[in-house]
């Protein structure tokens, strides 16, 4: 029982709706939050203080549904007005500001300047009717327009049911982006990526690069790191065209292990994968097979000679020359026996 009211305080508080919309200061903060997180910009804009406008404040920024919804976006308030009164907010260093009554989170100045560049048309819609809300993505592009009815009904501020159930719709087809915790994780995992960098260790960089592309957002750090490993992939695709003269000159042992190293050293490219394909088929030629083969003879017959059997060796040896005769192993072990021989 305890322990079930202590969940559900937990939960009641992490789920709780805020008391006050939060915004953002300015435009530009609006656009690199949105931009690095997947999140979508909700902006309201109000001309001034009349009553509709108001309305807006009173009825939307006070609704839990909305305000707990608003987290999911990035919000921004433009008011040309001043005159909300202040609340005072204590900050985490102790000291005491003066902030706007609509939104304590920013200050009337904050909201005065926003409305004042958003005429000036830093976003597209400027001249619109207020009050209205507009839903921007982080390229700046007005994804919907939430506002009030028609000029014959009035400037009507949109009740806040309508503003959720749109809200909610938008966030459905557009995805909820990342959340704190993902932007973190993305973050350190950039971090690990950028030390490897510094090691020059390739490997362990790619891998840290691939695990921010399965985030699959569409958001600034996992693009970057889309490019990242692209251009990661082309130094993989130098490194695999190096292979190539060693298969053609015969070298197949060596071509085997190049093309080992290309895999190992960028897994999860496609080069990689390609590296692989040229391996596999390398192997499965005849002549190749039976250079493996010998080879793999005459590593039996040495560990058996390393171990004074010498009995095992030679028949290792023996069997080699029978079978692979012609193999540049088959040459050795001849030697071998030769020097047998001559105990
Ligand atoms: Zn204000």
């Known amino acids: 029982m305890r322990l079930a009211a202590v969940l559900v305080c937990i939960l009641a508080t992490a789920y709780a709706a805020p008391k006050y919309l939060h915004c953002v200061r300015d435009a530009e ?7 690095t997180r ?16 108001r309305a807006v404040v009173d009825d939307l920024f006070r609704d839990p549904a909305f305000l707990k919804l608003s987290k999911e976006f990035v919000c921004l308030y433009a008011n040309k007005d001043d005159e909300h009164g202040k609340v005072k907010l ?14 304590p989170s920013i200050t009337c100045e904050d909201h005065m300047v926003l409305a004042m560049n958003f005429a000036r048309g830093f976003f597209p819609g400027s001249l619109a009717r207020t009050p209205v809300h507009f839903v921007i993505d982080a390229d700046q592009e007005i994804v919907a327009t939430i506002k009030n009815g028609t000029f014959e009904q009035g400037f009507n501020h949109v009740p806040a049911k309508r503003v959720v159930s749109a809200l909610k719709r938008l966030l459905d087809k557009h995805g909820r982006g990342l959340t704190e915790e993902e932007y973190k994780h993305m973050l350190a995992l950039w971090s690990d990526a950028k030390a490897a960098h510094a090691r020059s260790n390739v490997t362990l960089e790619l891998k840290k690069l691939l695990e921010i592309v399965a985030l699959d957002r569409k958001v600034e750090g996992v693009q970057k790191a889309r490019e990242k490993v692209k ?17 053609e000159a015969g070298e197949w042992e060596e071509a085997l292990d190049a093309l080992q190293k290309v895999r ?3 897994p999860g490219t496609p080069t990689a994968a390609k590296a692989k394909q040229r391996r596999d088929k390398l192997q499965d030629r005849k002549e190749v097979k039976r250079l493996l083969k010998a080879r ?19 028949k290792y040896f023996e069997r080699l020359v029978r079978k692979y005769g012609d193999t ?16």
């Open 38 to 53: 997947g999140k979508l910009i909700f902006l309201t804009v109000l001309v001034d203080n009349d009553s509709e406008n």
């Open 231 to 247: 251009r990661i992939d082309t130094l993989a695709a130098k490194e695999l065209a190096k292979t190539e003269p060693l298969v």
């Open 296 to 314: 793999d003879y005459y590593d039996r017959a040495q560990h058996y000679k390393s171990l004074e059997k010498l009995d095992l060796a030679r």
């Open 264 to 266: 190992e050293t960028y």
């Open 328 to 343: 540049k192993y088959g040459e050795l072990a001849r030697k071998e026996l030769e020097a047998f021989g001559e105990r």
């Open 29 to 35: 903060t609006a656009i690199k939050i949105a931009r």
């Open 90 to 103: 204590r900050l985490k260093n102790g000291k005491q500001v003066l902030r706007c009554a609509d939104v």
